[in-house]
């Protein structure tokens, strides 16, 4: 019985296995890496990103939906761990709706991670403020982003990363200006010059955030000043 026990021993240290006996026994292990299990998140203008494909096993990896690939599209094990940096490439998300689709591995076994892709661009400066058409779907929430501002004069920030070289920032009003209007990818903060509100009612203006073919809406609200 002792004898029996030692010999099983290595083989529950290895994991998975189908036989165990005579030296004779198989390993299957294929994951995703980091695991994230809430799903891949990408933005609206996002035209890459990557995830890691963890494997002892042969693979192919292919797309549900038409609007993001995969490469590679398979791999061919070599007897030892495999660290796969797998690439998804996107089209821009101009359906004006989360969308969603999933990477579909085949190996020893089958598995998929979800991909969402959002309808907005990445804007972290004012803060996105969500809001559900349909409570019972989470890929029905939707974001908006507003900023309310006090009657004075004053200059404020707004801060993004856009994906796609080429994009621009656009005000439709005189009294809201950014510094900046052209940027390249990567992560900007923008000075906005804000003239004070002498007229009798509060006022809107509308920053629009392009980033390739999608544009998103940053709306200032700005008070009447007191008397």
């Not at 490439?89 to 190996?107: A, H, L």
């Not at 076994?109 to 979800?114: E, F, I, S, V």
């Amino acid at each position: 019985m002792k004898k029996s026990l030692l010999l099983l021993l290595p083989c529950l240290a290895l994991g998975l296995f189908t036989a165990c006996g005579d030296s004779s026994y198989e390993v299957h292990n294929t994951y995703f890496y980091p695991v994230q299990a809430s799903g891949v998140r990408v933005y609206a203008d996002q035209p890459t990103d990557t995830i890691h494909l963890i494997s002892l096993d042969s693979w192919t990896a292919t797309s549900s939906v038409d609007w993001m690939t995969v490469t590679p599209a398979s791999f061919t094990a070599t007897g030892s761990f495999n660290d796969t940096r797998l690439t998804m490439n996107f089209e821009d998300n101009n359906t004006g709706e989360v969308r969603y689709g999933y990477i579909q591995v085949d190996s020893y076994a089958t598995l998929g991670k979800l991909v969402f892709q959002y309808p907005w661009l990445n804007i972290t400066r004012p803060s996105a403020v969500y809001y559900t058409e349909d409570i019972t779907e989470s890929d029905s929430q939707m974001a908006t982003f507003y900023m309310n501002l006090d009657a004075a004069a004053a200059d404020t920030l707004v801060a993004f990363t856009v994906y796609q070289d080429g994009a621009t920032l656009q005000s439709d009003a005189a009294w809201a200006v950014p510094d900046s209007t052209t940027f390249s990818a990567g992560s900007h903060s923008i000075g906005l010059t804000i003239a004070a509100n002498e007229t009798d009612s509060a006022r809107t203006a509308k920053l629009t955030l392009t980033s390739g073919t999608v544009s998103t809406t940053i709306t200032l609200n700005q008070a009447v000043e007191e008397e």
